[in-house]
């Protein structure tokens, strides 16, 4: 399988966009330290920052070390100021409308508590929900009486846009929370985001969008999808330090949410009794975050702005595509994702192994995967009758190097040679 710097993009193109120029694989792989030490294919769960992120988050560390945390901060206004301006950019947003938040998480915890539902609330979710928002939802709904519906897929393994229409034209929206992963945890599933957006507008839904592997991954802009609110996280395709992540609000949404705790970040305590929120996205925020982290976020999210998301999303795609291609051909291994799979991510089961065996057989030859329980997706895994999953997952600093030593080996496993 051949995936050098030149890989042919053109099924790639149909996806993202035309006239995408190569991604410097060498280039990438050489400000990235991690890429020497193993074949990484794990950037689904926490990608291989570069060196530059790694060295602005110690470079502030230092800073405060010398200065003292504040101080430090307040040298760094400006910087800290343009990650908003970044991710605003990345997305098609403005910068109020973005709240910097330790996780993807809890950026839809915050935002779905602000809503402040009553028993008529209806969720509508679908089937690659992850397990903490999935979590959340149903602990809504226990303490409140709202309802919960899990939208069917449809024969691509996508979320069904007929019976998501038969579901919003019953409540007419009014009271009607359209839930939706793009790219789940549990395969390589990319659901129809757009398509869906197009119905929550139709029918008056509100429409929040968990990007969190998709961002950085794959473009997404918040005006195309028609989205109420999107939340991401930096660690995963974005290369970003763990702890980071931003989230979105529809400025026209902002005033018709009020968080259950508000915060000094957030808002001013004008009198004895009263305070203002914020008018931006930031009414979400908390005092308390790791400065050095976010400005390793603004690096991150700068670098993949210099690269080109399309050129990203076009190169993870068609590797991916590759990789999926020889698994499938592959005895004793099983490919789990759906037909709907048009992303960098693969997943797979070894016949006679469970997924977590796999995985920890893999990295004794230096393979990084991840394995996924049907406990993390009860909705997907869960409902298809598989109990776990080994996910691949492929970023810019991959190459044929990484493939094929994934490729040899799944096929010793396969084999019972490892």
């Known amino acids: 399988m051949d995936l050098s710097v030149n890989t042919d993009l053109s099924e ?6 035309s006239a995408l120029a190569p991604v410097d694989v060498a280039a990438e792989r050489a400000r990235t330290i991690g890429a020497t030490y193993s074949h990484h294919l ?7 920052p570069t060196r530059t ?15 003292g945390g504040y101080e430090a901060s307040a040298a760094r206004k400006d910087d ?3 990650v908003y301006v970044s991710a605003a950019r990345l997305i ?51 303490e409140t009486g709202a309802e919960l519906h899990i939208v069917p897929n449809g024969e691509d393994g996508a979320l069904d846009l007929r019976a998501l229409e038969e579901l919003l034209a019953v409540g007419r929206g009014s009271s009607d929370v359209l839930c939706v992963a793009h790219v789940p945890t549990s395969s390589g599933l990319v659901e129809p985001i757009v398509e869906i957006g197009a119905l929550a507008r139709r029918y008056g839904a509100l429409y929040l969008l968990d990007a969190t592997q998709s961002v950085g991954h794959l473009p997404v802009h918040v005006a195309e999808v028609d989205c109420d609110a999107l939340v991401t996280t930096g660690r995963k395709f974005l290369r ?10 529809r400025r026209s949404l902002l005033e018709n949410l009020t968080p259950v705790a508000p915060d000094v970040r957030g808002a001013v305590w004008n009198d004895v009794r009263h305070w203002e929120l914020s008018a931006t996205a930031r009414r979400f925020e908390t005092f308390e975050s790791s400065v050095a982290s976010r400005l390793g976020l603004g690096v ?15 190169y993870l795609i068609a590797t991916a595509a590759a990789l999926r291609d020889e698994l499938t051909n592959m005895s004793g291994v099983t490919v789990q994702d759906p037909a709907a799979c048009a992303s960098g991510i693969v997943t797979f089961t070894v016949d006679g192994l469970s997924a977590e065996d796999a995985n920890r057989r893999l990295a004794t ?22 109990a776990s999953v080994v996910r691949a997952s492929v970023h810019v600093y991959n190459d044929s190097s990484d493939t094929r030593a994934l490729l040899d080996a799944v096929g010793a496993l396969a084999g019972g040679r490892a």
């Open 12 to 17: 790639a193109r149909g996806v993202v966009g």
């Open 42 to 48: 794990n950037s689904a769960g926490s990608a291989l």
């Open 53 to 67: 992120v790694v060295e602005s988050v110690i470079r502030h560390l230092r800073q405060e070390e010398k200065e």
């Open 80 to 82: 800290i100021e343009a």
């Open 92 to 142: 098609g947003a403005e910068a109020e409308e973005i709240a910097l938040v330790d996780s993807a998480t809890t950026g839809l915890r915050v935002i779905v508590d602000a809503l402040r539902f009553g028993t008529g609330t209806r969720f509508l979710v679908n089937r690659s929900t992850y397990v903490s928002h999935a979590l959340h939802l149903l602990s809504i709904c226990a």
């Open 240 to 249: 970003a330090p763990r702890g980071t992540g931003f989230a979105y609000v």
């Open 300 to 314: 991150a999210l700068d670098e993949l702005l210099a690269r080109g998301i399309d050129a990203t999303a076009g």
């Open 365 to 386: 030859m230096k393979v990084r995967t991840v394995s996924v329980p049907a406990s993390h997706g009860q909705w997907d895994l869960g409902l298809r009758g598989v």
